[in-house]
């Protein structure tokens, strides 16, 4: 296997020195250049073409998130590590979208050096193999559905994943669960799935990713659904942007024809990008009278938004009447029907979770099953008449079908 080139880039020569012993000890890798600034490192992108720059932040004359940009439009085959000390993360931020694969924060020990080349190599690789591969793609119609909420606790990544893995089985077509609860995600959990990539590890790949690398970052879930977990840690959410959650719902858009996006409980700007892109808004509410406030609020805020009526489908969640409120009243307090009534089963559902089984697979005589099953029977039936719908309007005026 050829020895994994790489340039150091740092303006202390101290710096340099300790990394360029700390990589000697690796025989798979070989230094390719250094430089003091860059400037330096743009031309050795430019003329040495190592397969990794290290670059640190803060150097005179041109800076590491300046140069880590030239690099990535000139020459995209060409990764960039940022270095960075304690306290630079509004600046490790702006390298992260300039382009840059992967950080490390100084002082960094050898294993963490070398893990974290070999690593960003081996990801390179593979977006080069699947830049190979040509022919044609299937074309996929999808259909984005955004699970929201104005209030947490309301049971929205359990209708979430459900509902995935329901449509899934229904339909056997492709489906991508996106946990976009970039803080406190869940649904790794929920579905017990262990976590090797999140959506803070794609969006790394930002400049060079397309549909064929985000299948990497996909997880397997048995049941057929790919998953794309949120964050490891809630302070990785601040690096992920609007921009990013468009780019990543529209490569997924290209290959899987439903996309169930899981949100926060929030008007952040990454769920209003979701909330946008979405075909439908399985907006959840529960009975109590803070949700209502709440959803009714959310609801305004949607108005406001001008979102078309048909586009919002109100969910109520644990649906009972024995407390006090009326179906009926909760439809008049929000001026919308209830599209989907979800029955009270804790125990179905928390047992389920514990477990890491959707409750649809292993308790599908249960009311709550059903009910989410029911769903996307409803959501499945309506592609359906969609499509035929459209078929029909071409034969009424001769076209292709």
Do not use: C
């Amino acid at each position: 296997m050829d020895r994994i080139s790489v340039a150091v880039i740092d303006d202390i020569e101290e710096t340099r020195n300790n990394i360029k012993a700390l990589l000697a000890f690796d025989n798979r890798i070989k230094l390719a250049g250094e430089g003091v600034n860059g400037v330096d490192a743009v031309r050795i992108a430019n003329e040495i073409h190592p397969d990794i720059i290290l670059m640190d932040i803060n150097m005179p004359v041109m800076d590491g998130i300046k140069a880590t940009e030239e690099i990535t439009l000139s020459r995209p085959e060409v990764t960039v590590i940022i270095m960075s000390v304690q306290g630079e993360q509004e600046y490790l931020k702006k390298a992260m979208s300039a382009g840059a694969r992967d950080f490390i924060s100084k002082p960094f020990s050898s294993e963490v050096l070398i893990n974290t080349i070999i690593s960003a190599h081996e990801m390179q690789r593979k977006r080069k193999e699947h830049l190979v591969v040509s022919g044609a793609e299937e074309l996929v119609r999808s259909k984005v559905i955004t699970v929201f909420s104005t209030k947490g606790g309301v049971g929205k990544t359990t209708i979430a994943s459900n509902l995935a893995v329901s449509l899934a089985r229904l339909t056997k077509k492709k489906v991508a669960l996106v946990d976009l609860d970039l803080q406190f995600g869940d649904i790794a959990i929920m579905l017990n799935v262990a976590v090797k990539n999140t959506i803070n590890d794609v969006i790394k790949e930002a400049a060079q990713l397309d549909s064929e690398l985000m299948e990497d970052y996909l997880i397997n879930h048995f049941s057929g659904v790919r998953i794309l977990p949120a964050p490891l840690k809630p302070e990785y959410a601040e690096y992920i942007t609007s921009s990013h959650v468009d780019k990543i719902i529209k490569l997924l858009k290209e290959k899987y024809h439903y996309i169930i996006v899981d949100t926060s409980a929030s008007f952040h700007e990454t769920v209003l990008m979701s909330l946008d892109m979405a075909d439908t808004i399985l907006f959840v509410s529960t009975q109590d009278l803070p949700t209502i406030k709440n959803v009714k609020s959310g609801m305004d805020v949607m108005d406001s938004l001008h979102y078309p009526p048909e586009k919002i489908n109100i969910i109520l969640n644990k649906a009972s009447e024995q407390f006090g409120i009326k179906y009926k009243d909760f439809e008049n307090t929000l001026k919308r029907k209830i599209w989907a009534y979800i029955p009270e089963d804790s125990q179905t559902v928390v047992t389920s979770a514990n477990k890491g089984f959707p409750f649809v697979m292993t308790r599908t005589e249960t009311k709550v099953a059903k009910a989410i099953i029911d769903m996307a029977n409803k959501i499945a039936n309506e592609d359906s008449q969609s499509i035929e719908e459209r078929k029909e309007v071409k034969r009424k005026f001769g076209l292709r079908l």
